[in-house]
């Protein structure tokens, strides 16, 4: 279950990402397609669509006008994705623990995150932070789908 607590993480940093991610997971075959609808992110136009959501999410966050994450429609959101995508990584018969571990894990993320940033961004402001924080994430999502694929190796 630590995969999905670990895509919580991420989807409490950038909503999109945990999507991109499962859409390239299951597109390279690292997961297979077992969750309703999964089979869809097998099309490259989704996958692509996937990945161009998120790169727009992250290049957004750079905006002054850009929402807070904890704003209520981007938490209904990161709710949704981490626990689709906590759910594709969790075990077979473990999927909705796997979910709901991931949602509450995004949840509480998104609070603790947005209070660091907002600390952090006092002193190096907002793109500078954004930055760091897409780094984090990108190559957080990245561990998680290797460990998944790890996982269902063993």
């Known amino acids: 279950m630590l995969r999905s607590f670990l895509m919580g993480l991420v989807a409490g940093q950038r909503g999109i990402t945990p999507l991109a991610a499962i859409a390239a997971a299951t597109r390279s075959g690292d997961i297979s397609p077992e969750l309703p609808l999964q089979a869809l992110l097998l099309n490259p136009v989704i996958a692509a669509g996937h990945a161009t959501l998120a790169a727009a999410e992250m290049a957004?966050?750079?905006?002054?006008?850009?929402?807070?994450?904890?704003?209520?429609?981007?938490?209904?959101?990161?709710?949704?994705?981490?626990?689709?995508?906590?759910?594709?990584v969790a075990p077979r018969g473990r999927r909705f623990a796997g979910a709901a571990i991931a949602d509450g894990t995004a949840l509480a993320a998104s609070y603790i995150g947005w209070r660091l940033r907002c600390t952090v961004m006092e002193r190096y402001g907002q793109t500078v932070t954004g930055f760091?924080?897409?780094?984090?994430?990108?190559?957080?999502?990245?561990?998680?789908?290797?460990?998944?694929?790890?996982?269902s190796q063993s």
């Open 60 to 88: 957004g966050d750079k905006m002054k006008t850009a929402p807070d994450r904890i704003e209520p429609s981007g938490l209904v959101v990161r709710s949704i994705t981490a626990a689709y995508a906590g759910a594709a």
């Open 132 to 151: 760091i924080v897409d780094a984090i994430v990108f190559g957080s999502r990245l561990a998680v789908v290797k460990l998944a694929v790890a996982g």
